[in-house]
């Protein structure tokens, strides 16, 4: 078992900035690839960024390239979500979820979440 827990979501304006982190616990942090979800009112569950195991590859979806950075810290078991210039589309609960075998946009292949942070952008 791997227990996640989010943190650092709040209140921003737009254009503001704020860092998530995922604190992981259980099992050996550093054998799961890493990805964040975020979920609007009302809409599915999607995918935001992915990160590898070794922390050497990542994978972003369009909408958050070049504004978010994925990153993670094996020593200290935590995965952190860099969100800049953000936008009030970006207003959603978001998730940590970690994969024994991968760290793509799947969702279903997840086999960990934590309990999600809310990100509020105001315009």
């Known amino acids: 078992q791997v227990q996640l827990v989010e943190s650092g979501g709040g209140l921003v304006q737009a254009g503001g900035s704020l860092r998530l982190s995922c604190a992981a616990s259980?099992?050996?942090?550093?054998?799961?690839?890493m990805g964040w979800f975020r979920q609007a009112p009302g809409k599915e569950r999607t995918f935001v960024a992915g990160?590898?195991?070794?922390?050497?590859?990542?994978v972003y979806t369009d909408p958050v390239k070049g504004r978010f950075t994925i990153s993670r810290d094996n020593a200290k078991n935590t995965v952190y979500l860099q969100m800049n210039s953000l936008k009030p589309e970006d207003t959603a609960v978001y998730y940590c979820?970690?994969?024994?075998?991968?760290?793509?946009?799947?969702?279903?292949?997840?086999?960990?979440w934590g309990q999600g942070t809310q990100v509020t952008v105001s315009s």
């Open positions: 259980g099992r050996t942090f550093s054998n799961y690839g």
């Open positions: 979820a970690a994969d024994r075998l991968n760290y793509g946009s799947i969702l279903y292949e997840y086999d960990y």
């Open positions: 990160i590898s195991w070794s922390g050497d590859s990542t």
